[in-house]
């Protein structure tokens, strides 16, 4: 028989980069050893290490010493884990909210918008400014994702933000981010969470809360979910997506959840039902150790207690970075180092919105700083969070990557978590070098 030569996917181009991720990787191809990794968000030590943190360390030794076996877990994942991760969020047990494990917050989103675009509406809202990897869940669970405005450049543009959840389809989903925005760093305060939620209940919007950095704005799990439990005071059957990754550290065991408020009992028991019907079709069932660990941690009360402090250590140390980078900054440049560019128009229709566009839209929103209406570098310190929106602009980004080996994303985010006392003030040289 003759070979086949015809190629079957000949006029398939390689994908665009990661924004995110491909950042990761040029960062590693770089020689340099003087380079810094400011790109994914990851928690580092001073030491620019990461850091399995000590409750979960023994919570993992405790596992492996004990009879641990390896056989599949249910669909919706581990039982005592969900209710845990439940209780962790609402801060009280509930009867009416159907909770299961998710592939950490990507895979937690998936199976979220899966569900509501087949059981409640494919219409959701996203800040326009936004975690790029949201507009590919969203596409890919064939969801109609709308952008609305979040930003005019680094402060939170509340008049626009609610007139275009005013303008919004009734019923529609609305994406939110718990805390500690990803990318900008920028949340609303307690006043403006409030207007939300009024907002929310008179325009019947299904809230979906993204929980990705839970913890990690106040370094208080319960000050950081205040929203959630807001609005569900209200009545509004909030969702949530919530990640480990971050504040436990277990960025590859893809520990997360799928929470889910109901009306009654017996609604959250067949939301329960398909939400693992789903699993079961996508990946059968979720992995087990990551969920083991932070199981563990919770069901203990010292190791519990010992995990909050970690929080209190991980997000005192990115403040303390922030104040560091902002006095090597201002002692550098001693002008104003935002940027102006032309905006371009947000398409109202996010449809034809790929993770391309999302970017430009990205990148432009965070450069459209005005003058004399921004703040200077304060807008360093009193953002919170892993994340910088920093204002750089991408042609700021890619000459800090070629001259001086800085590793961060075009659209101006840094990874605060990156910055440490021995690399904050090259940071800042090669950033007032760029300026
Ligand atoms: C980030 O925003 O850097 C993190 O959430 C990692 C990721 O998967 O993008």
């Not at 709308?146 to 402060?155: A, N, Q, S, V």
Request: proline share 5%; net charge positive.
């Amino acid at each position: 028989m003759a070979a086949m030569t015809t190629s079957r996917f000949d006029t398939l181009q390689a994908p665009p980069k990661d924004p995110i991720l491909g950042v990761k990787e040029e960062f590693l191809a770089d020689a340099a050893t003087d380079k810094i990794n400011l790109s994914v968000g990851a928690y580092r030590t001073d030491e620019g290490q990461p850091w399995v943190l000590p409750p979960v360390a023994e919570a993992r030794k405790r596992l492996i010493e004990g009879k641990l076996e390896h056989e599949y877990l249910p669909s919706t994942g581990l039982k005592s884990y969900c209710d845990r991760v439940d209780l962790l969020l609402r801060g009280k047990t509930s009867e009416t909210s159907a909770t299961v494990q998710g592939l950490s917050g990507t895979g937690g989103l998936r199976l979220c918008f899966e569900f509501l675009r087949r059981h409640h509406s494919p219409t959701v809202y996203v800040p326009a400014v936004t975690w790029s990897n949201h507009w590919n869940v969203l596409r890919d669970a064939g969801c109609d994702a709308r952008p609305y405005t979040y930003l005019d450049g680094i402060k939170l543009d509340w008049p626009k933000l609610v007139a275009d959840l005013e303008q919004a389809e009734e019923g529609a989903i609305i994406l939110l981010h718990l805390c500690a925005h990803n990318p900008s760093g920028v949340d609303p305060s307690s006043e403006q969470w409030r207007e939300l939620c009024a907002l929310c209940q008179r325009k019947r919007f299904l809230p979906v809360f993204d929980s990705a950095y839970l913890g990690f704005a106040s370094g208080d799990v319960d000050k950081d979910a205040a929203p959630f439990r807001l609005f569900c005071e209200n009545g509004l059957q909030p969702w949530a997506c919530i990640s480990f990754s971050k504040n436990f550290g277990l960025y590859s065991e893809r520990a997360g959840a799928v929470v889910a408020s109901c009306a009654s009992a017996r609604e959250a028991s067949a939301v329960r039902g398909h939400l693992g019907k789903l699993a079961r079709a996508l990946y059968s069932n979720p992995p087990a150790f990551g969920a083991r660990v932070v199981d563990a941690v919770l069901a203990d009360a010292a190791l519990e207690a010992r995990w909050r402090e970690c929080l209190v250590v991980m997000s005192g140390r990115i403040a303390d970075m922030r104040a560091k980078l902002r006095s090597a900054l201002e002692a550098r440049t001693a002008r104003d180092w935002f940027v102006h560019c032309v905006g371009i128009k947000v398409r109202a229709s996010a449809r034809a919105i790929d993770a391309t566009v999302c970017h430009a839209i990205d990148a432009t929103v965070s450069a459209r700083w005005r003058d004399g209406r921004c703040p200077r570098r304060s807008h360093i310190t009193s953002q919170v969070g892993m994340f910088s929106y920093t204002g750089l602009n991408k042609q700021q980004v890619l000459r800090l990557r070629a001259e001086h080996h800085v590793y961060m994303l075009e659209s101006g985010r840094l990874s605060m978590a990156g910055v440490t006392s021995s690399n904050v003030e090259p940071l800042a040289a090669a950033i007032a070098a760029v300026l």
